[in-house]
């Protein structure tokens, strides 16, 4: 299925909340309102035409000095030969011949003041661990999430280190930071 299908897919079923589509090029995308995102998610894995059933990536965008943050989500439908789409919760021994059926990236905008969207670790599993790297790195909360902790920075880190205007500590718990890097034109060559 081409990325323009899928669009048009969901700009059918959810004509409210597909805000914009750019199908065309290398990173076809469509872009989905915070609001009706996980009514979407669930449409994108359990429809047979689109059957999107593996989450590659969450990506989280910082788009500073804009106030939004995006939140990428990276999806496939993997499908057996013939073209079922994948059920079991295992993959077989032969991983090989399952077929990319079918790729989209769904785009939810964020205000950055308080970048709120709901979990979809309960539509793809492995949105799990990547919605805590979101979190920890740029601060997006993820509604109903299972685990909502931080998983890279220690818990008691203070803001988030992708975003654009992070300030990072001098130090950390009586630690210093390290120095910055001299530039190349304070360097003496001998």
């Known amino acids: 299925m081409t990325a323009q299908e899928v669009a048009d897919i969901l700009k059918q079923r959810f004509p409210v909340a597909v805000a914009d589509a750019a199908v065309e090029g290398p990173h076809p995308c469509v872009a989905v309102t915070p609001e009706a995102w996980h009514e979407v998610a669930v449409f994108l894995r ?49 991983a090989e011949l399952w077929q990319n059926g079918g790729t989209i990236a769904i785009r939810v905008r964020l205000p950055r003041d308080n970048p709120r969207v709901r979990s979809v670790a309960d539509v793809w599993p492995a949105a799990d661990w990547l919605e805590r790297e979101t979190f920890d790195l740029l601060g997006v909360t993820f509604d109903g999430h299972p685990d909502p902790r931080r998983i890279l920075c220690p818990d008691d880190w203070i803001g988030h ?21 001299e530039s190349d034109s304070s360097r003496v060559t001998k």
């Open 161 to 181: 280190p992708l975003r654009k205007d992070y300030e990072f500590p001098k130090e950390y718990q009586g630690i210093p930071a390290a120095a910055a890097p």
């Open 46 to 94: 359990d429809d047979p035409r689109l059957a999107m059933n593996m989450l590659r990536c969450i990506s989280g965008v910082d788009r500073h000095p804009e106030p939004q943050i995006d939140v990428v989500y990276e999806l496939i439908a993997m499908r057996a030969p013939g073209g079922a789409a994948r059920q079991e919760p295992r993959p077989p021994a032969s």
